[in-house]
Each structure stands twice: as C-alpha cells, then as structure tokens.
C-alpha cells in the first residue's frame, strides 16, 4: 500500500505572500489557505533525484480562474475531513528545459528503479511521460492527491506521483477497491468543479476553458 505522511503538511497557513506573479496568476494558499503543498520539483524526491531549475520555493502558483475552481473543490472535501495536496502547480519553461537536458543523458538512472522501472529512459519522450512543453507552463494544470486531515496521510492511490508506467493508468486493472475508490473521487470532485483528466496520470488535472491556452510562462516560482 502507498501510504506516505504529511504530519508537517497539516498546519493551515493564512497571510499574503510578498512575491509578485504575472497578471492573472495566484499563490493558491492566498487564496485556499487550507490547502496543503508538496512541490516535488523543489526537492530532490523527484524523477530526476535533484531539485528541478525554475523551483526556488515551496509555493503553489495557477492561474487566478484555475485556482478560484481548485477552491470549490477544497471547499467539498473539508466536509469530508479530506484536503488536496498539490505536487505541481505552475511550471516554469525553464523547468520543462531541465526535464529535457536529462532526458538526453542517459546514463543518469539514478531514479529509475523507483520512477520508471519498466521503461527505457530514450522512450520516455516516444511514450508521452515527458515533452518540450508542458500544459503546466500555462498555468491551470497542476498534480494533485487526496490527503487525510486526521492521519495527515496520503490517500492510497496505488502507485505514486510520477510513476512512469500502467500502474498509474487510471483504469489499471491491479487495483485494490479501495485504491480505485480513491482515484475515483478525486477524479469526480476536480471534473464536478471544471477539470479535465489525463488517462495515463491520476494526478493530472487541466482546468477547462483555461485562460491562457496558446502561452508557455517562464516565470520562476519564488
């Protein structure tokens, strides 16, 4: 079972934070104070098993419009006694460029027993795991789970964030019913508030009728 604690996630934080984002962005706990974050890219529990280029800060960043519909969801799930746990948000072009230049290196498998054990690195591209540009840099696509606020545990979801593979397809057949229940509701509670989904990731979520469609940012995440 995946079950991994946030005992450190759990404290609500409220107040304004004192870096600027372009027009049209938030920090999503301005906004969803209750909200708890995990950033991946700004650690070294990663895919790449280094701090990602563009990540300087433990902040979620999305587009005002993305983040204004994340707070519905929020909103249902204290109800329940659950909270979203964001591991990506906004991400930065120069991030994206970073996902690139290691892609290229191939004998960098530092992480592969444990992020992508059954691919080969130089198929990472062919098979959709990573690309040149990423609906991240448009602001209103973000990486979520579920979390429990009593246990301040992850939900289990049957296979981690950004594990390269069928297991985290979400139709995939190896589930437990209490791991398919868990993908279920939090797919059913971001698309109730106007996400759309991603087949082969069950943390992936892109906002509907998103603001900025045709941009890529590249501002840094401070």
């Not at 006694?81 to 460029?97: E, F, H, T």
């Not at 540009?133 to 579920?146: A, E, F, I, N, P």
């Not at 390269?164 to 229940?181: A, I, T, V």
């Not at 939090?186 to 943390?203: C, H, S, T």
Request: aromatic residues 16%.
């Amino acid at each position: 079972m995946v079950r991994i604690k946030f005992i450190f996630l759990c404290h609500i934080m409220t107040g304004i934070t004192l870096a600027q984002v372009p027009p049209g962005f938030v920090y999503v706990k301005d906004l969803i104070p209750s909200i708890q974050v995990d950033l991946r890219y700004y650690s070294q529990q990663n895919f790449l098993g280094t701090k990602v280029d563009g990540y300087n800060k433990n902040t979620a960043i999305l587009t005002k419009k993305a983040a204004q519909a994340l707070q519905n969801v929020q909103n249902e799930l204290l109800q329940e006694n659950l909270s979203l746990l964001i591991y990506d948000g906004y991400r930065p072009q120069v991030a994206v460029n970073h996902f690139v230049r290691w892609s290229k290196d191939l004998k960098d498998t530092l992480q592969k027993k444990q992020f992508y054990p059954e691919i080969q690195k130089q198929y990472l591209f062919r098979e959709g795991y990573i690309s040149s540009k990423s609906g991240h840099s448009r602001g209103s696509t973000l990486d979520v789970t579920l979390i429990n606020l009593t246990t301040c545990e992850a939900l289990d979801m049957g296979s981690s964030f950004d594990f390269f593979g069928m297991q985290s397809w979400f139709n995939y057949n190896l589930l437990s019913d209490e791991q398919k229940s868990n993908r279920l509701r939090l797919r059913e509670i971001m698309v109730k508030y106007g996400f759309a989904f991603y087949e082969k990731e069950w943390w992936h979520f892109t906002l509907q009728n998103e603001p900025f469609p045709d941009v890529y940012f590249d501002f840094e995440v401070n």
